[in-house]
């Protein structure tokens, strides 16, 4: 079993549509995590972090469920830039990023 | 935050030769890595770069075909010997720390071709 699961995709949606993308961990003992946006050709870049208490940062939100070690990421009123791929990242207790394979998203006109 | 380049930025480079990428950090970071992304694939890491000391490498990856260096907090060096056509991918470096929030940046990637 992977240590952080994804479904890859690709999620194609209109412009405007909320998607969520879901992502499970193994290790209980992971600390931190993360969404990473991923550009085609480009390097990761954070996109935001993920806390317990749930957090929102535009037409962002991330929750965690560390009981069922599940991470998600919504999206919102969907744009033509969000197309990209999605990395769920588990910080782990051995002090390195564990990375999903992605999920890819592609916003239609 | 932290700005991280890398030079080459790509290569294409014969079989049997090998390949150092370098990777400068604007600011000193605690932890440097480098990773490997192939083709669709998601980042895999190859070893971590301790400053002064012999890299750990993850499993799969050995020191004889990827050295590692690390002289100081702001700069590392990839190595890929005696290279395949299986070594082509995009090789990320990334830093980080506690100063940084765990926060990791990433590199532009340098991206290898090996005929």
């Known amino acids: 079993r992977k240590e952080v699961e994804q479904d890859p995709g690709p999620f194609n949606v209109p412009e405007g549509a909320t998607v969520a993308f879901n992502c499970t961990y193994s290790?209980?003992?992971?600390?931190?995590f993360f969404w990473y946006r991923q550009d085609c050709r480009k390097e990761p870049k954070l996109l935001m972090s993920v806390y317990s208490s749930g957090n929102e940062d535009g037409r962002f939100t991330a929750q965690l469920n560390r009981a069922s070690q599940y991470i998600s990421l919504l999206i919102r009123d969907s744009k033509l830039s969000d197309s990209a791929t999605y990395l769920c990242?588990?910080?782990?207790?051995?002090?390195?990023?564990?990375f999903g394979q992605g999920t890819t998203l592609q916003v239609k006109p | 935050s932290a700005v991280i380049s890398q030079k080459p930025s790509r290569d294409i480079c014969q079989r049997g030769t090998s390949l150092t990428i370098q990777c400068q950090v604007d600011?000193?970071?605690?932890?440097m890595f480098w990773y490997r992304q192939q083709p669709g694939q998601s980042l895999t890491l190859i070893a971590t770069?301790?400053?002064?000391?012999?890299?750990?490498?993850e499993s799969g990856f050995v020191i004889d075909k990827f050295p590692i260096s690390r002289p100081n907090l702001t700069f590392s060096t990839l190595t890929v010997s005696n290279m395949s056509p299986e070594d082509s991918s995009i090789y990320l470096c990334s830093g980080g720390g506690l100063a940084l929030g765990n926060e990791q940046f990433f590199g532009p990637g340098t991206r290898l071709t090996v005929l």
């Open positions: 290790n209980s003992a992971s600390q931190s």
């Open positions: 990242v588990v910080f782990g207790n051995t002090g390195k990023l564990i």
């Open positions: 770069a301790n400053q002064g000391s012999e890299a750990t490498y």
């Open positions: 600011s000193q970071v605690t932890m």
